[in-house]
Nanobody, 121 residues
Framework: QVQLVESGGGLVQPGGSLRLSCVAS????????MAWYRQAPGKQREFIAA???????NYADSVKGRFTISRDNAKNTVYLQMNSLKPEDTAVYLC???????????????WGQGTQVTVSS
């Protein structure tokens, strides 16, 4: 079994910062891409940022310059540092990963349950 568990969400004032973490646990042989998405009430799930196993990153225009994605391969963990937060950043933030459980298995995509981020004064 593989689990992705996010943490670090909460309530923050506009202009503030939060750091999200997502740990992948279970029987894992290798993790390829890791990413963050978010979903606000009544809206579609939105891509935020991604990082591959080599450390190359990609960001949505809406967060470029404010959010930074990073990963610790030894800990199977991906982070999202969020600065200069705005009320429109309020959403459930979800972790996503492509991984394989054994050398010979296929790559599968997994989602975490999400962590709530609320930006409000």
């Amino acid at each position: 079994q593989v689990q992705l568990v996010e943490s670090g969400g909460g309530l923050v004032q506009p202009g503030g910062s939060l750091r999200l973490s997502c740990v992948a646990s279970g029987s894992i042989f290798s993790i390829k891409g890791m990413a963050w998405y978010r979903q606000a009430p009544g809206k579609q799930r939105e891509f935020i940022a991604a990082i591959n196993s080599g450390g190359n990153t990609n960001y949505a225009d809406s967060v470029k310059g404010r959010f930074t994605i990073s990963r610790d391969n030894a800990k199977n963990t991906v982070y999202l540092q969020m600065n200069s937060l705005k009320p429109e950043d309020t959403a459930v933030y979800l972790c996503n990963a492509d991984l394989k459980q054994t050398y010979g298995s296929n790559w599968f995509n997994y989602w975490g349950q999400g962590t709530q981020v609320t930006v409000s004064s």
